[in-house]
Nanobody, 115 residues
Framework: QVQLVESGGGLVQPGGSLRLSCAAS????????KAWYRQGPGKQRELVAA???????NYADSVKGRFTISADSSKNTMYLQMNSLKPEDTAVYYC?????????WGQGTQVTVSS
């Protein structure tokens, strides 16, 4: 079964940037949506950004203008560019791929925004 592996998390100061990557261990067919979710301390998991197969994107209001979702199909990899980070962006970030047959989740990567 294909696995998703995130990388790129870490500690960053407020106002800084990080780029998260999510690499699939193999090819996933009939992808419908690629997305990033996050779960902050004591909070429910929430959708951060989504990329539909047709190219449409959708962002949570709290990250619009600061985060960008993208993907490189040739590398089976998706990305989340995060700029102007705020302490409230601190969370475990998960990548997610929904296909017509199965849903795939990454294991999560910690992002901490603190001075």
């Amino acid at each position: 079964q294909v696995q998703l592996v995130e990388s790129g998390g870490g500690l960053v100061q407020p106002g800084g940037s990080l780029r998260l990557s999510c690499a699939a261990s193999g090819t996933i067919s009939r992808i419908r949506t690629k997305a990033w979710y996050r779960q902050g301390p004591g909070k429910q998991r929430e959708l951060v950004a989504a990329l539909a197969s047709g190219g449409d994107t959708n962002y949570a209001d709290s990250v619009k203008g600061r985060f960008t979702i993208s993907a490189d199909s040739s590398k089976n990899t998706m990305y989340l560019q995060m700029n102007s980070l705020k302490p409230e962006d601190t969370a475990v970030y998960y990548c997610f791929i929904k296909s017509w047959f199965y849903d795939y989740w990454g294991q999560g990567t910690q992002v901490t925004v603190s001075s």
